[in-house]
Structure formats: C-alpha cells, structure tokens
C-alpha cells in the first residue's frame, strides 16, 4: 500500500516549509523521501539539483553527510559517546579536519559548552535535542528536515528548541522543511502545506484564510 500518493511538491532555496496534516496523513515520510531516507516506489526526488532516486545507499548517505542537516523527535544520539563526540563523529567521517574544533562550537551555540564530557543518559530531554540540533549544524547544511522535533519535549523546552531551530536557519540561509502538528509553529514558515491521505490537499491554504 502506498503511502504517498502523487505528491507533486517543489521548494525553493532558503524557503521555510511546513508540513501539517492529521496523524498517518504521510508528513514523516514525505520528510524522509525528501532526505533520502525512504526510497520512492515512483518518480523522482531532486535536491540541489541532484537525482536522489538513482543514487545507491552509499551516495545518498554521503550526499546527506555533505548537504543536509536532520532533527528528529527522537533524539538518535549515540548512548556511548559524548555530547562532543555526538557531533564531532559524523564530521570526521565527512573529513571535516577540524571537526571536534566545530563541534564544541557548535554546542556552545546551543548552550551546552559545559556539558561536551556529558553522555545522553546525563542530560535532560531539552539537553539532548539540543546536541542532536549542534549535529545538524556542524556541516553548515544547505537543508535542514526536522521532523515533530518539540514532541517529546514540554511546552517551555520546546519553544526554546524551536527558537534555535530557527536561528539555525536564519545563520546558514538553509532551506528549512518543518513537520508539525503545532499551528504557531506552521505559522512561522514562508509556506504551509497539508498533507491528508497521502495527498496534497491544495484547498487547504484557502480554507484556512477564509
């Protein structure tokens, strides 16, 4: 059974996006198709000019590694390591040479420059979507997907969360793709599109201003 269905969706460089839609309506896998994550059984996904659907696993992580930066709700840090070593890691794999250099910055930029030696199990839920958002940022992305990344937090670290997701965006000038079941936060972006079954409901942009 297919999940999307004819979606037909173009986003400009530097625009923010919001996906909204009921539960199962295909937001989180619209996310994941545009990042590489999920393949299309049909058609084509182009970013930067790329053809992410002909790309074998190997290239599409790399191009990840290289172009994109991706939040999630949960926060897929590694239990073993550090913070800095969270965000230092992935860097060096792309052969970033200064990378423990960038990540200790980049975690300063987040307000965690006092907790690099601290492991995941250390650090509150907030800390560690904060560590997950310094990862993202360390390879100075061109496209940031962030997917539902205040739903596992309160209401007070979420908007935090946000606010630096945000600024983010506003540092490197990166398209920014936002999945949120939050209207305020839908709110912020340049363009807010619903998803419903697996399909773009292109009513729902006037619905929503009448």
């Given amino acids: 059974m297919d999940i999307l269905k004819g ?4 986003v400009g460089r530097g625009e923010t996006l919001g996906l ?3 539960s199962g309506s295909g937001k989180s896998s619209l996310l994941m198709v545009l990042g590489g994550l999920e393949r299309a059984t049909a058609g084509r ?3 930067l000019e790329s053809n992410l659907t002909d790309m074998d696993e190997d290239a599409l992580a790399r191009f990840r590694r290289h172009h994109m930066g991706v939040v999630f709700q949960s926060f897929h840090l590694i239990p073993t390591m550090t913070a800095l070593e969270n965000v230092a890691v992935p860097l060096e794999l792309a052969g970033v040479a200064d990378a423990f250099d960038r990540a200790e910055a980049e975690l300063g930029e987040v307000g965690l420059g006092g907790r690099l030696g601290h492991y995941p199990a250390q650090l509150s839920g907030g800390e560690q979507q904060r560590v997950a958002l310094a990862r993202a940022a360390a390879p100075r992305p061109k ?3 962030a997917d539902e990344p205040t739903g596992n937090l309160d ?3 979420g908007a935090h969360i946000m606010e630096l997701l945000f600024g983010l965006r506003e540092r490197f000038g990166c398209t920014l793709v936002l999945v949120t079941h939050a209207p305020e936060l839908a709110a912020r ?3 807010v599109v619903t998803l419903r079954d697996g399909l773009l409901d292109l009513d729902a942009a006037q619905r929503a201003a009448e």
């Fill in 7 to 10: 979606i037909d969706l173009e």
């Fill in 20 to 22: 909204v839609g009921p």
């Fill in 45 to 47: 996904v182009s970013v």
């Fill in 143 to 145: 496209i940031l997907l």
């Fill in 155 to 157: 209401g007070e670290t």
């Fill in 189 to 191: 972006c340049d363009r």
